[in-house]
């Protein structure tokens, strides 16, 4: 019960989301706490054709430290009712190969994420969960006025979340290891949407 307790406090961002009728929670990523966790979602089989990430769990560990050093991303363990079930990367686009492909205001911030639990995994809330990372970006900063991502032509299922989620396709563009669609996702719509 103390554990529960002490994850709750630590928690960044906590909801209850009427539309999943749970609460979705993000915490910062802890490398002691998550190393085991965050090797075991990157094998499972439904992540590893995106991720590419399906690596011992030292590669994992050193990916982590880069992770956490870097001062242009933060690494989050999202939760459903204090399940621990998604990764989550926040950047500022700026400082990122996105913010090389459209004008990147000062604040804009982007996410890269992942569902890792299986039980998760194609039930239906992934639009709960990004809507709810998404808030969280908003919330952290109240100067970041637009959330981007970049998510690969190929992510079919992720592509038909972005409407509900606010998020609007700009384009295509190509990165280093994959064709995009760039997507913005402006504070005031995602504000009228669902509210902050």
């Not at 998404?134 to 998510?151: I, N, S, Y």
């Not at 606010?166 to 913005?184: H, N, V």
Request: with cysteine; glycine share 4%.
């Amino acid at each position: 019960m103390l554990d529960l307790a002490k994850q709750q406090a630590s928690f960044a961002y906590s909801r209850f989301d009427p539309d999943i009728k749970r609460t979705i929670s993000f915490r910062l990523l802890e490398k002691d706490r998550d190393l085991e966790l965050l090797w075991r979602w990157m094998n499972q089989p439904h992540v590893v054709p995106q991720w590419k990430m399906a690596k011992p769990i030292e590669d994992i560990a050193k990916y982590i430290d880069i992770n956490l050093s870097d001062p242009h991303q933060d690494p989050y363990i999202g939760f459903i009712d204090d399940t621990p079930m998604s990764y989550w990367e926040a950047y500022w686009a700026k400082d990122d190969i996105l913010g090389q492909h459209y004008p990147a205001q000062e604040k804009d911030r982007g996410w890269h994420m992942l569902v890792g639990e299986p039980d998760f995994f194609g039930r239906g809330h992934a639009p709960a969960i990004i809507r709810a990372f998404t808030r969280f970006l908003f919330l952290d900063d109240p100067a970041t006025m637009k959330v981007v991502g970049e998510p690969s032509v190929e992510a079919k299922r992720l592509l038909r979340y972005a409407p509900v989620c606010a998020f609007e396709e700009q384009g295509e563009i190509d990165l280093p290891d994959k064709r995009a669609k760039l997507m913005f996702c402006h504070r005031d719509r995602f504000t009228q949407q669902f509210g902050l």
